[in-house]
């Protein structure tokens, strides 16, 4: 159980294009979800978290136009980057979990990830 | 503000050897830590998740430690096969803030 499907799972698109990455929960309703950016050999860093039906929270230095996220339903969230330039090539990887409350004890549920590459 | 540290950085042994882990954290403000799992190019794996409440948990190989007094949790890994090869985060789920704060990862090579 708890299954948390991105896709797509690799892209490659001109520089100024918008890429569109989803983030399904497909057995169990996400009212949380979690958009991380992991450069190469390096660590998950947190760029916004989102509950369904509200706005996203951005982190700091996080451009909110630039990363558009939206949670429309307890097992959709999407990121959009919108005007992609080489400098956004990175990886992409979503998580899902149960639980609104701020410090929630339940687990977040990974997704594979989105190798996002732009030329 | 919570900080995850993880030594070593990278880690090779032979086959068969047992090994571990360790995973610091600076706030002792965390409502669980997990261990996950990475390997090259692909999502997370979890592997385990040790509640504030918890000591340790154990899942087949593995078994996961916490203690919130020192900051410090460890992965013990019994009788490392050349699978096991991958990437291993820890990371600790802040009571403050809720969120979860990685650390940078073992990167651990099981030679066969």
């Known amino acids: 159980g708890a299954v948390v499907s991105q896709h797509p799972s690799w892209v490659i698109c001109k520089s100024g294009t918008s890429v569109k990455i989803e983030c399904r929960s497909l057995?169990?309703?996400?009212?949380?979800m979690f958009w991380y950016r992991q450069f190469p050999k390096q660590s998950l860093m947190l760029m916004a978290t989102?509950?369904?039906?509200?706005?996203?929270?951005?982190e700091q230095g996080v451009e909110k136009d630039k990363f558009l996220i939206n949670h429309a339903s307890l097992t959709l969230s999407t990121l959009t980057v919108t005007s992609a330039h080489p400098e956004d090539s990175s990886f992409y990887i979503c998580?899902?979990?149960?639980?609104?409350?701020?410090?929630?004890?339940?687990?977040?549920?990974f997704g594979d990830g989105t190798r996002l590459s732009i030329l | 503000k919570q900080e995850v540290t993880q030594i070593p950085a990278a880690l090779s042994v032979p086959e068969g050897e047992n090994l571990v882990l360790n995973c610091s954290f600076t706030?002792?403000?965390?409502?669980?830590l997990q261990w996950f799992r990475q390997d090259p190019g692909k999502g997370l794996t979890s592997l385990l998740l040790?509640?504030?409440?918890?000591r340790e948990q154990t899942s087949g190989r593995l078994n996961a430690s916490l203690d919130k007094s020192s900051g410090r949790s460890t992965l013990y890994i019994a009788a490392s096969q050349p699978g096991d090869s991958a990437t291993y985060l820890c990371?600790?789920?802040?009571?403050?803030?809720?969120?979860?704060?990685f650390g940078q990862g073992t990167t651990l090579q099981v030679k066969p």
């Open positions: 040790i509640q504030s409440s918890q």
């Open positions: 706030d002792s403000a965390i409502y669980n």
């Open positions: 057995d169990f309703q996400a009212t949380t």
């Open positions: 989102s509950n369904e039906g509200s706005k996203a929270t951005y």
């Open positions: 998580s899902a979990r149960t639980g609104q409350r701020l410090a929630s004890n339940q687990p977040q549920h």
């Open positions: 990371a600790g789920g802040s009571s403050n803030t809720g969120k979860l704060i």
